[in-house]
Each structure stands twice: as C-alpha cells, then as structure tokens.
C-alpha cells in the first residue's frame, strides 16, 4: 500500500497520493482504531472522553476544507458524532477543541509546514495532543488489514449526516481564546502595548493573534493572511529565509518586532526591529526566564536534542530537573503528561508550557513574546541581547546533507559513534549521545548532532557554538562524513 500512517500521521502530495479515495481509507481505519475498547490504553491522560466524539478541524490547503468534510462523513457513517470546524483553524485550536469537548480523538487536515503540494492528517489523542506511537501504530493496523479484506470506508451523505446532528459545524476559536486568557497576562499588555507585525504565512494561524490583542491597545499589522492554498510559493515553514515579507514590513515601519506561524500555526518564529531573526531556540530560552523570574514558575524543563543548550544552563542556573528527547513533540508530550513541565520545546519551533495542552502551540507563544516584550519595557532586540550576555553566546545552523546514495541509518551511527574525532574546532569532544542520531558536545559546550534520515539519502546536520567560526568548524566536520559516504 503507498499510504504509510506514522506516528506523525500521514502527509502525501495532493492529488497523487492523497486523495479523496485514500483519506476515505485512512479515515475508516482511524474511525475502526478508535472504536476498538483498548484505543485510550493509557493515553487518556486521566479524562473520561465521549467515546462517540471526534473532532475534525482543517488549514488553508488547496481542498483541505472539502477533504475535512470527506472524512466527517466518514466518521459519522461509522456512529460517530463530529465537530467539524466551521472554517480554517490553528491545529492547537482543534487539538483543545478534542479535549474542551470531551472528544476521544481529533483529525487535523493539514501538512503544516510542508511545501503547498502536500496535505495530509494528525490524529489527536483524548487529552489535547498528538496520538501515541501505540495508537498510530493500531490504524495502519487496521489501514492494511482493511486493504486485505478488500474493504471499504462507510459513507453518509453530508446533507444527511447533518440532519441527523452526526455532522455539527462549529467554531473552535471561542473556547480557544478562553484558555489563551488564563495563561497570557492581558493586563499587563494593555499598560505597555506594543506595535507587532504578525506574518501568518497565509496559514490557518491568519487573523487569531490579531483578533486576540483586540483592545489591548497593540497595533497589530498582519501581512500574509488573506487566503492564498499556494502560500506564495513559499513553504510556510517560520525560519529566516521564507521571511523576507516580515523583514520588509518591519523596515517600512508597520511594527517593532515581528511574529510568524507556520502552516498550521504549532510553530513560532519571531523577528526583532533590526531584522534579525530571533529563533526558537531564544524563544524558549527567553520564555523559560520569563515564566521562573516573573512568574514564579517551577517545574522541569524538557527540550528536544536539537534544541539550544542555552536551556541546560538556564535549568542549571534555576535548579530545575532537564529532559533530552529524540526529535518530535510527541516525546514531550509523553512528559508533559506524566509530570509538572514547566517548558517543552524543539528547535523547530514547536513550544507549550505548564497550563497548556501538549502541543506546540505558535499562537500562544506569540503572545508571550508579546508579553514579555510589555514587561520588559524595551524592545526585542534589549531581551535577546540580555539573554546572550546571561547564558550565551549561542550561534545556530542546521543543514540538510545529500548522500551519493543511502545509507542503513543504524550503520550510520554506529559508524559515527565508533569514528568519533577527539576534537572539532580546537575543542575537545566530552560527550557522545545516541538518543537521535549522534550528537558531539563539546568542552566549550557547543555541540553537533548529525541524524541520518531513515527514509531518504540525507545526514541532517545541526550545529551550535559558541562563536560563528565554531558553527563552520562543526559544519564543516558534518560535511566531510555526507561526503564520505562512498
């Protein structure tokens, strides 16, 4: 079968593999998995969902409105009530609308940040995030085994469905907005309101920061929010080199400092006065200051291993236990769920804290920054300098290394673990870790991870030192093993 549903769920190009036919497959497979009585087996975080509600929510995709209703039958021909989101919405909205509504699960049709030829399908679990591997694995289960039995999905006709209430529009935005109250200080932006710029990269993030900072006296400008399923041509992906529109609106004077979502709005990207793109990685360690300094706030930390080290010694420094996880939300969202997190996050730009569902959320981080900015009383720029001085200087690049061919990705790090070089750059290796990829910490604390891809001819390579000429030694080594492999 060409549909393959891991644990991110599943993405395709439009109109090659996902198509209406094969989301009608997967959605039956979702809707058999989640009827079986072992589906929460532990993932219920506590809750006792409605084991008849799903929600199905959708982003800005060319036909991902129509695709979210297709798999809405679906689910409702199978028993199911289903909320289905009355227009485009941020998947952090729709994953609290499956745990608000007291749903067992969530379809999110969305590709996120990938190129505008794909869409495809998140799964989310009872409590508010990402499905579990176990639970990822029980669809392409029943995926492959419907397949076998030659068996097709259950249909309703939309009309039908919605006479019947097994179909009920609704809009996810409200209760969303509620919860967003609880964890973001409006008052204290309304006595220091800032001018923002917020670049929604034509995703399903458009218009909510906007309409949030309603009457608190921020001047919001946003670029890149009408409809547009081809993102400009662009992967609405938020990291420097897809942000020149931001860059541009920030210098004509639309705003002090820029906000930017992804396709879907779970990532954060952010952009001072002068231009300079402030990354994820001073995101969370900017918040995680914020949150124990202002708000008091305990708890552990836990960060992805691709994720800046200037958190470790922001843990260090406020005596607050750290978590490394293999890349992907999902891993921090296994301990948010088992312990009080304080902060989580991943390079990518996917970051929620204590209070929060468990997902990386670009709305409510956007705020923050907000925030943060209001408290401090000067601009960006002053916070992330104040952060290099206190735990930095931290420099930042990753790579994506073709190989002549592919590589075995077990092979390929046992290669790198077992040639490890006693130095990069003039500084000594003193650690080796294999919990995704390998990854060099060096004494000075700089690091390089380098993960082979297991499904295509690529070394991912991230680097941070603490010097730019550091990040071109670790580079450099990196590029030396891609070009190696013979």
Not at 104 to 115: K, P, Q, R, V
Request: glycine share 10%; net charge negative.
């Amino acid at each position: 079968m060409t549909i393959h549903f891991g644990t991110d769920g599943w993405r395709a190009v439009i109109s090659d593999t996902f198509t209406f036919n094969n989301l009608r497959l997967v959605t039956q497979a979702i809707a058999d998995a989640v009827a079986t009585d072992g589906w929460l087996n532990g993932a219920g975080n506590g809750l006792s969902p409605d084991p008849r509600v799903m929600v199905v929510g959708f982003d800005t995709r060319f036909l991902s409105d129509r695709y979210a209703a297709e798999a809405a039958r679906v689910l409702a021909a199978n028993g199911f009530t289903v909320h289905l989101a009355q227009a485009d919405a941020p998947t952090p909205a729709i994953s609290y609308a499956v745990r608000h509504l007291n749903a067992i699960g969530g379809i999110m049709i969305t590709a996120s940040h990938n190129a505008p030829r794909y869409n495809g399908v998140k799964l989310k679990a009872a409590f508010g995030g990402s499905a579990s591997p176990e639970q990822c694995r029980k669809v392409e289960v029943y995926l492959n085994d419907n397949e076998a039995q030659a068996r097709g999905p259950n249909l309703m006709e939309f009309e039908q469905a919605r006479q019947l209430k097994l179909i009920q529009r609704f809009n996810p935005i409200p209760a969303y907005t509620e919860h967003l109250r609880q964890l973001i200080d409006f008052d204290l932006i309304a006595e220091n309101p800032q001018r923002i710029v917020v670049d929604s990269m034509y995703g399903s993030g458009r218009g909510v920061i906007r309409s949030i900072l309603q009457g608190t006296g921020c001047e919001v400008f946003e670029i890149r929010g009408e409809m547009n399923p081809g993102f400009g041509g662009v992967h609405p992906e938020p990291i420097s080199r897809y942000l020149g529109a931001l860059a541009g609106a920030i210098a004509t004077g639309a705003g002090s400092f820029g906000l930017a979502t992804d396709g879907d709005a779970d990532r954060i990207g952010a952009m001072d006065e002068r231009g300079n793109f402030v990354d994820p990685h001073k995101i969370m360690a900017l918040a995680l200051r914020y949150l124990v300094k202002k708000r008091g706030w305990q708890g552990s930390v836990v960060r992805t291993v691709s994720t800046t080290r200037m958190i470790d010694r922001l843990a260090r420094k406020y005596e607050l236990p750290l978590h490394e996880t293999p890349v992907g939300f999902n891993h921090i969202a296994d301990y948010m769920l088992k312990e009080e997190v304080l902060i989580g996050g991943e390079e990518s730009g996917g970051i929620s804290f204590k209070g929060h569902i468990p997902e990386g959320d670009g709305i409510l981080m956007g705020l923050l920054i907000v925030e943060m900015v209001a408290d401090s009383g000067g601009s960006l720029v002053d916070l992330v300098d104040d952060l290099l001085a206190e735990v930095g200087p931290a420099f930042y690049e990753r790579r994506d290394l073709r190989l002549k061919h592919p590589v075995a990705k077990d092979k390929m790090t046992a290669r790198l673990q077992n040639e490890a070089p006693a130095q990069i750059g003039g500084e000594k290796i003193i650690e080796i870790s294999t919990r995704d990829g390998v990854k060099y910490i060096l004494s000075d604390d700089s690091w390089l991870l380098i993960r082979p891809s297991g499904t295509e001819p690529v070394l991912r390579v991230y680097a941070e030192g603490r010097s730019m000429d550091m990040v071109k030694e670790l580079l450099r080594y990196g590029e030396e093993v891609a070009a190696s492999v013979a």
